[in-house]
């Protein structure tokens, strides 16, 4: 099978399933709207019933059959009514992984309505890792109830994750941890491996450690299958691995394992002693979720906002950037109201100032993705900050010079006005070169005051680019041409 083919089946698989469970909703509501105007029947609490079980039935076994990302994906994708009716329907053992799967804003909606009870028992299905994953989300009273029923040991390992930012390792490690000694040999290895029911997911090497836990290298699998028995650890270990402190970045750490194509990777406190682990998957997770954010933030929005949240509450989740953005807007109107004798001499300003103004603002707009991902993935550093300053200068020129000519032209040809067309193509220069600078300024502005680069960059770049832009033509308009 063709590789680009899997993702595509597996997304049709998944629609098909979304649709699958919205057809049964909808019979639900159907056969339910029917038996409820049929009360008069003596027989009607029993039709009724029959009927709520004989779709939530056929509704529980389609659950049954999927993997909880996709019970994830399909609770995503419905309204709310429609979101707690599936949920309901969803086996007790696995609520607790479906909870893990949904995004942010559909956990917390869940976590809102659940009765007490239920919740418990939702969180107390997960194992300690996963459930550090949820401490921030969950009421402290319930986490406290929740913690009694975990061990000993996996209790204080969520006490100890919970020490942790969420944008640290030690937030995202695991407690699953296989360790060996570099004394051992291979086959007494094997020996300790085969006695165990599993083994942890993303194993793809052993952590050797010394008397007093210090991590001193890591063994992979394939070390233990390819080489004799009688060889000691020490012989085959690798004692310079990729190794994360708890405290360290998170964002390194997914470079870090993007950068060296890892699986897993020991992590240690100050002191050197390995305390967890951190895999692929979470990172991965890490990821993904720090993507959305950063999509989010660059459109103004605070944090993940859930597709059928109240409206209340989505309206209020965009309030912040809007009341910012209105206030960038009177701001550039007055720019234009500096010109309105200039605008009702030449009333072609009007119609061509907003090319001005659209196109700076795209432009800047892609200057600013291209700086945010460069500081996210870390190759923007203080040595090479102004060689990226000047490169886009560069760009801008050579846009400016382009396209400023392209549109000088067009406007020369719609009006029949030479000094127009000049102040077009000047205007769109200056304003491309504007657009460039800015786009670098204002991410690494915010990435500098420790704030999220992406964070409502969008929205003030467009402002800068509209005002100025319109300042620009219509200031260069009142010189050349009046």
Request: charged share 20%; with cysteine.
């Amino acid at each position: 099978m063709d590789s680009a083919a899997a993702p595509r089946n597996s997304q049709h698989k998944l629609e098909d399933n979304l649709r699958h469970i919205v057809k049964l909703l909808e019979k639900h509501r159907l056969v339910e709207t029917m038996v409820d105007r049929d009360r008069a029947s003596p027989r009607h609490d029993l039709i009724e019933s029959l009927v709520h079980r004989q779709h939530l039935v056929e509704l529980q076994l389609k659950l049954r059959s999927l993997h909880p990302a996709d019970i994830a994906y399909i609770l995503e994708a419905l309204p709310l009514d429609d979101r707690l009716l599936v949920w309901r329907q969803i086996q007790d053992d696995s609520g607790g992984e479906v909870l893990l799967e949904v995004s942010d804003a559909v956990r917390d909606w869940l976590i809102e309505v659940l009765e007490r009870p239920v919740l418990v028992r939702v969180l107390s299905q997960l194992d300690a890792d996963d459930l550090a994953e949820l401490v921030d989300a969950v009421a402290e009273d319930v986490l406290v109830e929740v913690l009694q029923t975990l061990t000993a040991r996996d209790r204080d390992w969520v006490q100890s994750t919970m020490a942790y930012l969420e944008d640290r390792v030690g937030h995202l490690m695991s407690p699953d941890v296989l360790t060996v000694r570099e004394g051992q040999r291979i086959e007494q290895v094997l020996w300790l491996l085969r006695g165990r029911d599993d083994l942890p997911p993303n194993t793809d090497s052993l952590f050797v450690v010394d008397a007093r836990h210090q991590c001193k290298g890591v063994l992979p699998l394939r070390a233990l299958l390819l080489n004799d028995p009688g060889k000691q650890v020490a012989e085959l270990m690798l004692a310079n691995p990729v190794v994360f402190g708890a405290n360290d970045s998170a964002d390194e750490a997914a470079r870090a394992f993007e950068r060296y194509d890892l699986i897993s990777a020991p992590v240690i406190n100050e002191r050197g002693k390995l305390v967890g682990r951190l895999t692929v998957d979470a990172v991965m997770d890490y990821i993904r979720e720090e993507s959305e954010e950063d999509a989010l933030n660059m459109a103004g929005l605070q944090g993940d906002e859930d597709l059928f949240a109240p409206i209340w509450a989505s309206a209020r989740n965009r309030w912040l950037w809007l009341a910012i953005n209105l206030c960038t807007a009177f701001v550039a109107s007055r720019a234009i109201g500096l010109f309105e004798g200039t605008i009702s001499q030449i009333v072609a300003l009007a119609t061509l100032m907003p090319i001005v103004a659209g196109i700076g603002g795209n432009s800047g707009n892609q200057t600013t993705a291209l700086v945010v991902r460069g500081l996210a993935l870390g190759e923007i550093t203080p040595e090479n900050t102004w060689h990226l300053v000047f490169k886009e200068l560069g760009v801008g020129l050579l846009n400016g010079v382009a396209w400023g000519a392209t549109v000088g032209l067009f406007a020369y040809l719609l009006y029949w006005n030479l000094p127009l067309g000049g102040v077009m193509a000047a205007a769109m220069l200056l304003n491309l070169l504007l657009a460039a600078l800015v786009g670098v300024a204002i991410p690494l502005t915010l990435h500098r005051f420790g704030r999220d680069p992406a964070m409502g960059s969008s929205v003030l770049l467009t402002f800068i680019t509209d005002g100025m832009g319109f300042f620009i033509f219509l200031g260069l308009a009142t010189v050349c041409l009046l």
